[in-house]
């Protein structure tokens, strides 16, 4: 009993899991959701297998941003100046700050949608008051209650799986196309995968995770970068470990469900459907799978962006005070950081301004996507060689498995884009 008490005691608990959990569940955003959708939609069951595969491969990637982020003491953006040219990395940064500036602005236009469709509020006025809440979530709420908060909106992701249980599924041939991958190489198909891919495995994501393990050092009492504090290394290493396989795990369930329930409803009944938008997804929902579903689906939509824009923009903000070398975290006020609070401000304004542009939503959602899945490519390589190397990590580089699956990460984009670019 003894020893079984001991092991329950070094078990995780929803109290440990932390960045991990929040990175992985804002993976699942609203332009997430679009995406999944349209895949099953479109698809059918021929894309599920991209939500199993992703997932070590995810697992990987995002243990390495923890890891970098814990280990120095410093955001992923600072550590890659130490290996790249600081043009190099800022141009990256520029990229991904437009990737979630159309990212923030695809969210609070479908949470808007969903709004409206739900509840009967108007839908452009939900936009701005959505984006309102975030920003001062951000900018006024203390950072330990404010990831308080971002931990527990995480249960909405169970909304996607209940949805799977109340439509019909072939489980049979759903499982069958999990294993066996079957799809027409055609320039959609592979766009598509790119999408899948970048919106699953997206560099804001990166940026995020290992920033926070960095917010983690500094509001904890005595706990210090493990390059300074190497006997920390075993529980910080280990609740790093659950946290991610935690985090991971619930980000591809929800793709899964999301893609499943549109491959049984839209596709079953539609045949080759297109989807637009979340809010779309969830309005297409209700004739074939009943108002249960359609109201799950939308205040989804809502929750999930609550969530993911805050990660959004505040990913931005790491990544670019980070290049620019200006005093960036959450712990601070506002008036302490002005850099950094002032790219949380522009790029969730600059986001509302693009929901109210006569810019394509449908397009700027794929094509951020798409830009995701590219954008990523680089930056994975960068991370795997930060990793690797023994003068930034000292002791803790990263070796083994998880620098193995990073770099399999990095070509597997890399070649789903390629493909794409040179497909007829």
């Not at 991990?20 to 699942?28: C, E, N, P, R, V």
């Not at 929901?355 to 830009?371: C, M, Q, R």
């Not at 990523?376 to 930060?386: G, L, R, S």
Request: charged share 15%; aromatic share 10%.
């Amino acid at each position: 009993m003894a020893k079984l008490h001991r092991r329950l005691r070094g078990a995780a608990t929803f109290e440990d899991l932390g960045p991990g959990l929040i990175t992985g569940a804002a993976d699942d955003d609203p332009s997430g959701i679009a995406t999944y959708s349209q895949a099953g939609a479109q698809f059918g069951y021929a894309m599920l297998w991209t939500t199993v595969l992703t997932y070590p491969l995810m697992c990987a990637v995002q243990l390495v941003s923890a890891r970098i982020g814990r280990v120095t003491g410093k955001g992923l953006a600072m550590n890659m100046g130490e290996v790249m040219p600081r043009p190099v990395v800022f141009g990256l940064v520029m990229l991904l700050f437009v990737a979630n500036t159309i990212n923030i602005g695809a969210d609070l236009a479908a949470m808007g949608e969903a709004a409206e469709l739900a509840l009967g509020w108007n839908a452009q006025a939900m936009t701005v008051a959505f984006a309102l809440v975030s920003l001062v979530l951000q900018l006024f709420v203390p950072y330990a209650r404010y990831a308080r908060f971002l931990k527990w909106l995480t249960l909405v992701l169970l909304s996607y799986v209940a949805v799977v249980l109340v439509v019909d599924v072939d489980w049979a041939q759903a499982l069958k196309a999990v294993f066996i991958p079957r799809f027409e190489p055609s320039r959609e198909a592979l766009m598509m995968i790119v999408a899948v891919f970048g919106t699953t495995i997206s560099p804001y994501l990166f940026f995020w995770q290992s920033s926070q393990e960095v917010e983690e050092i500094a509001n904890h009492e005595g706990a210090k970068p493990l390059l300074e504090a190497p006997r920390q290394a075993p529980r910080e290493l280990h609740r790093i470990r659950v946290d991610t396989f935690a985090g991971m795990a619930v980000s591809n369930l929800v793709a899964f469900a999301i893609m499943l329930s549109t491959a049984v409803t839209l596709h079953g009944q539609v045949g080759n459907a297109q989807i637009e938008t979340a809010a779309q997804a969830a309005e297409a929902l209700r004739p074939v799978a009943g108002d249960f579903a359609f109201i799950l689906f939308a205040l989804g939509i809502i929750g999930t962006g609550l969530l993911a824009v805050p990660v959004l923009a505040g990913s931005a903000a790491y990544a670019f005070g980070e290049s620019r070398g200006w005093k960036c975290g959450l712990e601070n006020k506002p008036w302490e950081a002005v850099g950094f609070y002032g790219v949380i401000g522009a790029a969730t304004l600059l986001g509302v301004g693009i929901g109210f542009s006569p810019l394509d939503p449908v397009k700027a959602l794929l094509w951020s996507a798409v830009i995701n899945g590219v954008v990523a490519v680089p930056i994975i390589a960068a991370m795997m060689w930060v990793a690797g190397r023994r003068r930034l990590m000292g002791g803790f580089r990263e070796h083994g498995a998880v620098l193995v699956l990073g770099w399999v990460a990095t070509a597997v984009m890399a070649a789903a884009a390629l493909a794409m670019a040179f497909a007829g």
